[in-house]
């Protein structure tokens, strides 16, 4: 009797420091009616895969919950009863409640997006978390328009290279903060407008260079030690949006200089979505920002390639903010 069929996968053995991961051997997943299978070429390493190591950030029911990984990029390998397409052989991409980090993934089918042509299929695997978050916080939910100005917290992080680059196609004007001068030298390549000095000090320099307006929407993925400083420099009907918290989750509010601003603050997440919604997003994704790529207007930054047993460096980098743009564990040659 032949063995059951195995893969390679970054797993977490027990939740602690960065050393805990190691790749091992698991069962390789079968596609169900209605998904495919994909083999993997690359994963993007993002923060939450750090938190799930740890013990912090559970995967959702139904996710492997000692395989990290929100996101792939790869060729359908084999797909399951009533599947029409993707086919076997298409490039594609998407974002997963967890196991990304492994050589095939099982994805449900109108979640798979189209790997963009002329982007292979190993660099895809830097595009669909961090552009789908920031297509979805800064355009489908805080509604930013051109000629408003967007302020983007952590503007070397994946999440803000994608978003300073969505929101330039937009004709929107961009503000970044970062506490590393040079990314944001690096983010000003790709269409940074105003860069500003992070740490203390940064909400009067916002204000000094918008003529004292301040932003109309707020991409924060830093979270509670900007909290204030976010009250002060958002503009009248601004829109707040909380994307990460490593800097913690909690702080104070003035309730009333929101109100007087008549501005909004609201948290989002992908990871947990609701299966439509995740499919709603996959396709609205496909329409408007795939062509974006085809035609050479944005592009996956991508700070450096990483072999699937160097995971833990990985974790290292980002845990100390060395990295600008993605870290991506490639798979595939």
């Known amino acids: 009797m032949s063995a059951a069929p195995s893969m390679r996968a970054v797993v977490i053995t027990r939740f602690g420091d960065p050393d805990v991961l190691d790749v091992r051997e698991v069962p390789m997943p079968e596609p169900a009616p209605g998904e495919v299978r994909v083999r993997v070429y690359a994963s993007g390493v993002n923060r939450a895969d750090l938190l799930q190591r740890l013990g912090l950030y559970p995967a959702p029911s139904g996710a492997p919950q000692d395989i990290p990984g929100l996101e792939y990029a790869g060729v359908v390998d084999a797909v399951g009863a009533g599947v029409e397409r993707p086919s076997p052989g298409e490039a594609v991409m998407g974002i997963v409640g967890g196991g990304g980090c492994a050589e095939y993934v099982v994805v449900h089918a109108r979640t798979a997006v189209k790997v963009p042509r002329g982007l292979d299929p190993a660099e895809a695997g830097a595009v669909p978390e961090v552009f789908m978050t920031a297509y979805d916080a800064v355009f489908l939910q805080a509604g930013l328009t051109t000629g408003e100005t967007l302020l983007v917290h952590a503007v070397g992080s994946g999440v803000g290279t994608a978003a300073v680059q969505l929101a330039a196609v937009a004709g ?34 916002v204000l000094d260079r918008t003529d004292g307006r301040g932003a109309d929407v707020i991409l924060d993925l830093v979270g509670g030690p900007y909290l204030a400083g976010n009250q002060r420099v958002i503009a009248p009907r601004g829109r707040h949006v909380v994307v990460g918290v490593p800097g913690g989750s909690e702080a104070s ?49 991508i700070d450096r390639w990483v072999a699937p047993e160097d995971a833990a460096d990985a974790h290292r980098h980002i845990a100390a903010n060395r990295n600008f743009g993605k870290i991506v564990l490639r798979w595939v040659e």
């Not at 501005?263 to 795939?290: H, M, N, P, Q, Y």
Request: aromatic content about 4%; glycine content about 10%; overall charge positive.
């Open 172 to 205: 929107a004007r961009t503000v970044g903060t970062s506490r590393t001068q040079q990314k944001l030298e690096k983010a000003a390549a790709l269409g940074l407008d105003i860069g500003v000095a992070g740490g203390d000090g940064w909400p009067e320099r």
């Open 253 to 301: 509010i003035d309730l009333r200089a929101l109100m007087a601003r008549r501005a909004s603050i609201r948290g989002t997440v992908l990871r947990a979505r609701a299966l439509e919604e995740k499919i709603a997003l996959a396709r609205v994704f496909a329409d408007r920002v795939v062509p974006l790529f085809e035609a050479g207007r944005v592009r996956p930054v």
